[in-house]
């Protein structure tokens, strides 16, 4: 098989179902029948580029599978100038002597390696995204040949491991949404191919907040309402395309948690069902399941004020009771969580809940 064969193999292999981390076995254990070696790795760089996350390896021991996920394989790849080469990279091509790179001289010789090749992965537009790295036990095993169908290789098999075209998937289940972000384990956030970010969407905001406490409460796709710092135009036709953003978080897949906590996807909303903004803040406190004394104390509002808002929302989401509108406020996602209630600049009269 030449390499254009090879190449199309390993192009359909990296579309095939799955996460990032199966494409990598799938794609790292084919690998091992044109490219022969005894140990090899594909590992992603982190969010906060201090380290890079094995997907999947075969063939090292502990202390050198702890070295490619320390920030150690990341002064090395500087060194040799790896995450800015598209080509692969034998031990022996090296400017730099291997006695002076820390992975070599104090983990892979003493596990009994004896060579080596690498090639960056990188996105389409050109983002250094991780390392496929390969070794072998016998020194000149890996030909030219060989290093160069590997460097070949490297771009259908960063295509298959790339997380962020799998986030990227997962975000397509939800129709209608406008803007997107995927939150990191720190807390930062990274753009998600194919949408925009958004205002409410920045690190350290609240929507973010209260998205990832939704989904600690279980579930992998929960769904609430973020009123907008300043309501326009269809605010006074009482619709909630000026009011309200409609949020959907979603857990990221197992395999790729390291990288990735949730996407969090913004949108329009399509139907408030008549509830007013208070009305939906009390459903966000209802949802908790808050009593009506605990409802008037967050909201400042009087008990009276609060039971007439319950039998409102009861009303209009045709709710038997209490707990049923509640129920149904969950499962439709009409609510405010208390994280992201904007206090009103006036009081509504007491006794007399908004429309």
């Not at 002597?97 to 001289?105: C, F, H, I, M, Y």
């Not at 600690?216 to 309200?244: E, M």
């Amino acid at each position: 098989m030449g390499p254009a064969e090879i190449l199309r193999e390993f192009t359909r292999l990296a579309a095939e179902p799955g996460g990032p981390a199966v494409r990598a076995e799938a794609l790292l254990s084919r690998l091992q029948q044109v490219v022969p070696f005894d140990a090899g790795a594909i590992s992603l760089l982190s969010p906060d580029q201090d380290a890079h996350a094995t997907l999947f390896g075969s063939g090292y021991d502990e202390r050198v599978r702890d070295y490619l996920d320390s920030p150690a394989l990341l002064a090395d790849l500087e060194l040799v100038g790896l995450r800015r080469s598209h080509r692969a990279v034998r031990l022996g091509d090296l400017l730099v002597p291997p006695s002076e790179l820390v992975g070599w001289a104090e983990y892979l010789e003493p596990a009994g390696f004896r060579d080596g090749v690498a090639a960056g992965l990188f996105t389409a537009e050109g983002h250094y995204l991780g390392l496929l790295g390969l070794n072998t036990e016998a020194a000149g095993r890996i030909t030219d040949t060989a290093r160069d169908l590997l460097g070949l290789l490297a771009t259908p098999i960063a295509t298959g491991v790339d997380p962020w075209r799998s986030l990227a998937a997962v975000a397509r289940v939800v129709d209608h949404a406008t803007a997107g972000t995927v939150l990191t384990p720190s807390g930062a956030v990274q753009p998600l191919p194919g949408l925009p970010g958004h205002r409410l969407l920045t690190p350290g905001s609240g929507v973010l907040s209260a998205a990832t406490a939704q989904l600690a409460d279980g579930g992998s796709l929960v769904s609430f309402l973020a009123p907008l710092p300043v309501a326009t135009g269809a605010a006074a036709a009482g619709d909630g395309a000026g009011t309200h953003l409609r949020i959907t978080a979603l857990a990221v897949p197992p395999d790729v948690r390291r990288l990735a906590t949730a996407v969090v996807l913004a949108g329009p909303v399509a139907e408030l069902h008549g509830l007013s903004a208070q009305e939906l803040q009390v459903l966000g406190l209802l949802v908790t399941g808050a009593s009506n004394e605990r409802i008037a104390a967050a909201l400042g509002i009087t008990r009276r004020t609060v039971d007439g808002h319950v039998d409102h929302v009861r009303a209009k989401l045709a709710a038997r009771s209490r707990t049923a509108a509640a129920a149904r406020a969950l499962r439709l996602g009409l609510f405010v969580p208390p994280a992201l209630f904007v206090r009103r600049s006036a009081r509504v009269p007491e006794g007399r809940p908004p429309p």
